[in-house]
């Protein structure tokens, strides 16, 4: 019987909005000359980051919906299982993106589970981080974006360019991971070696969630009390969907006001001005991007997004009433005529 070789895996955690998906892309469609797997998880229940994942040549796994960490684990265990068992499909490097309020010590502690330990090995944990968001964190969510910190082996503090130069120069002051190596990028443009063959020591234990003794219970940005959390219970998730086309200047003005403690929302979009092309709809806090991409390439054009927030915050009617608003005029009277 042939022996076959660990496969290393690369999690890729951060909060959400951090730039997860565009380093994923950015590493996928790069010259790393791997056969590579993705596992993709998202907090909702459309999963659009599958969507978002645009190399044609890796196999991409859309794991349930939930957090990785605290509901879906059985799922993860299966889709691995499966990857493992078909030689067909067998990967040469293994990446699993976390949703954005996924612990990756979790992640990382069920990889090493008896079924998997001979067949796969943690390359390294990949942390992004919204430098422009960072400080706007309420408590409950800074102590989750710092737990995801306090297991990286690489920091990507992405979206440098939004920062002014007194932020940047404050940010960098109150870093102190010692033990992390901290990699400054813009659109989550990093060097494909600094990514890939991290090699973290296998002897390493994963720091526990409940330990106490994480780098992040002194660093700066605020002192926490490590008591496991059951991230489900923090968020709420909400999706939406339409057929109907929307206007463009009253999409942005919806997103423009929706309240704080809506985190993310993200989408594929069929807006009126750009009928032939996807846009894809990215909201990080106060910021908003809507952006026209590919065609639709024979698909039926229609609008699909994920809205996550604090819970019990959100109004799941309003928001539904504030977006059927955004139905492009025309194309609504021509739907109902």
Same mark, same amino acid.
């Given at each position: /019987?042939?022996?076959?070789?660990?496969?290393?895996?690369?999690?890729v955690a @951060?909060?959400l909005?951090?730039g997860?998906?565009?380093?994923?892309n950015h590493?996928?469609?790069?010259?790393?000359?791997?056969?590579?797997?993705?596992m993709v998880?998202?907090? %909702?229940?459309?999963?659009?980051?599958?969507?978002?994942?645009?190399s044609?040549?890796?196999?991409t796994?859309?794991?349930a919906? %939930?957090?990785i960490?605290c509901?879906?684990? @059985?799922?993860?265990?299966?889709?691995?299982?499966?990857?493992?068992?078909?030689p067909?499909?067998?990967?040469?490097h293994?990446?699993?993106?976390?949703?954005?309020?996924?612990?990756?010590v979790?992640?990382?502690?069920?990889?090493?589970?008896?079924?998997f330990r001979?067949s796969? $090995?943690?390359d390294?944990?990949?942390?992004?981080?919204?430098?422009?968001?960072f400080?706007?964190?309420?408590?409950? /969510?800074?102590?989750?974006?710092t737990?995801?910190?306090?297991?990286?082996?690489?920091?990507i503090?992405n979206?440098?360019?939004?920062?002014?130069?007194?932020?940047?120069t404050?940010l960098k002051?109150?870093?102190?991971?010692?033990?992390?190596?901290?990699i400054?990028?813009e659109?989550?443009?990093? +060097?494909?070696?600094?990514?890939? @063959?991290?090699?973290?020591k296998?002897?390493?234990?994963p720091?526990?969630?409940d330990?106490?003794?994480?780098?992040?219970?002194? /660093?700066?940005?605020?002192t926490f009390?490590?008591?496991?959390? $059951? $991230?489900?219970?923090?968020?709420?998730?909400w999706s939406?969907?339409?057929?109907? +086309?929307?206007?463009?200047?009253?999409?942005?003005?919806? /997103?423009?006001?929706?309240?704080?403690t809506?985190?993310?929302?993200?989408?594929i979009c069929?807006?009126a001005?750009?009928?032939?092309?996807k846009?894809i709809?990215?909201?990080?806090?106060?910021r908003?991007?809507?952006?026209?991409?590919?065609?639709?390439? @024979?698909?039926t +054009?229609?609008?699909?997004?994920?809205?996550?927030?604090?819970?019990?915050?959100?109004d799941?009617?309003?928001l539904?009433?504030?977006?059927?608003?955004?139905?492009?005029e025309?194309?609504?009277?021509?739907?109902?005529?």
């Amino acid at each position: /019987m042939t022996q076959q070789h660990s496969i290393p895996v690369t999690l890729v955690a @951060g909060f959400l909005g951090a730039g997860k998906t565009t380093l994923l892309n950015h590493l996928l469609n790069s010259d790393h000359g791997r056969r590579m797997a993705v596992m993709v998880n998202d907090f %909702g229940a459309i999963n659009i980051d599958s969507q978002l994942i645009v190399s044609q040549t890796q196999t991409t796994v859309s794991l349930a919906n %939930g957090c990785i960490c605290c509901t879906v684990e @059985g799922d993860l265990i299966a889709q691995l299982s499966t990857l493992l068992a078909d030689p067909q499909k067998r990967p040469e490097h293994l990446v699993i993106e976390a949703s954005g309020v996924s612990n990756p010590v979790k992640i990382a502690n069920t990889l090493r589970y008896p079924q998997f330990r001979q067949s796969l $090995h943690i390359d390294g944990i990949l942390t992004v981080v919204d430098a422009a968001q960072f400080d706007d964190l309420d408590s409950d /969510m800074t102590r989750l974006a710092t737990e995801q910190l306090d297991a990286a082996d690489i920091i990507i503090l992405n979206k440098t360019d939004l920062l002014t130069p007194d932020q940047h120069t404050s940010l960098k002051a109150r870093w102190l991971y010692p033990n992390a190596r901290v990699i400054e990028s813009e659109y989550g443009v990093v +060097p494909l070696e600094l990514l890939l @063959g991290v090699e973290r020591k296998v002897t390493a234990e994963p720091v526990s969630p409940d330990s106490g003794n994480s780098p992040a219970s002194t /660093m700066a940005f605020g002192t926490f009390r490590a008591v496991p959390l $059951h $991230h489900d219970n923090l968020f709420d998730t909400w999706s939406w969907q339409s057929d109907i +086309p929307l206007n463009l200047k009253a999409l942005r003005k919806v /997103m423009a006001n929706l309240p704080a403690t809506i985190y993310r929302a993200k989408g594929i979009c069929h807006v009126a001005e750009a009928h032939d092309q996807k846009c894809i709809l990215h909201l990080v806090g106060a910021r908003c991007e809507i952006t026209p991409t590919e065609p639709w390439n @024979g698909q039926t +054009p229609g609008t699909q997004l994920i809205v996550i927030g604090k819970r019990g915050t959100m109004d799941a009617n309003n928001l539904r009433m504030l977006l059927e608003a955004c139905h492009d005029e025309v194309e609504t009277k021509a739907a109902i005529h």
